[in-house]
């Protein structure tokens, strides 16, 4: 079974300018998710789609980031303007369900952002 | 909301075992997540807890007392290759929210 694919695995910016990440979630997986983990912390959910509806985007900076699933499958996550505090690996997950039971999310090998 | 505290770093020998501690407080409660995460890496799937007591998987042990909001992870035979981030991570009635992990050094 693959797994979460992920792209680009690491990408420098400047401030102020624009970046997108892709994400493909397991075959199957109707929930997926966006983590921020900013260095020396937890994964920080941004946004978490129920197939192609947004589930919860209450931590997700709404005047900066943006992300789509269009079909219910693949996913992008934008970030415009970038700031230099969005400096960061940006997980996505994806997981068979989303409420109750072990459905264990499924983590990707992330997006290392870096912004001067 | 949700708080989760678990001890910033821990040191232990390979071969011993070792206890990392994980304290909660949540508003919802529907299990508690152990993920292992390498440095450089994504985080993997360790344990999972909804009622109290232990859940044991090889050299990893999982506790949980929803009481106390407090919950354990116990790594038996330590090899180097355990030396990790280890997160604690809460799910409430959709969200999984991960505490700040706990570094784990192995040394010889």
């Known amino acids: 079974e693959a797994g979460v694919a992920q792209s680009p695995r690491y990408k420098i910016i400047e401030k102020r300018q624009s970046v997108a990440f892709w994400c493909n979630p397991i075959?199957?997986?109707?929930?997926l998710y966006w983590y921020q983990q900013i260095l020396g912390q937890g994964p920080k959910l941004l946004i978490q789609f129920q197939n192609n509806g947004v589930v919860d985007d209450s931590q997700l900076p709404k005047d900066r980031f943006s992300a789509e699933r269009l079909k219910g499958v693949d996913s992008t996550l934008k970030i415009q303007p970038a700031k230099l505090e969005d400096s960061a690996v940006y997980l996505c997950a994806s997981s068979s369900q989303t409420s109750g039971g072990a459905y264990e999310q499924y983590f990707g090998p992330g997006t290392r952002l870096t912004v001067t | 909301g949700q708080n989760i505290d678990q001890p910033t770093e821990m040191t232990a020998t390979e071969g011993a075992i070792v206890q990392i501690n994980c304290t909660y407080q949540t508003s919802g409660f529907n299990g508690l997540f152990w993920y292992q995460q390498h440095a450089g890496e994504a985080p993997t799937f360790l344990s999972y807890n909804v009622l109290d007591g232990l859940e044991e998987k090889g050299r990893f042990s999982s506790f949980l007392s929803r009481s106390k909001g407090y919950s354990y992870l116990l790594l038996k035979e330590l090899q180097m290759k355990d030396s990790a981030s280890y997160l604690c991570?809460?799910?409430?009635?959709?969200?999984?929210?991960f505490g700040t992990g706990t570094r784990l050094l192995v040394s010889p």
């Open positions: 991570a809460v799910k409430g009635f959709q969200k999984l929210v």
């Open positions: 075959s199957g997986h109707a929930t």
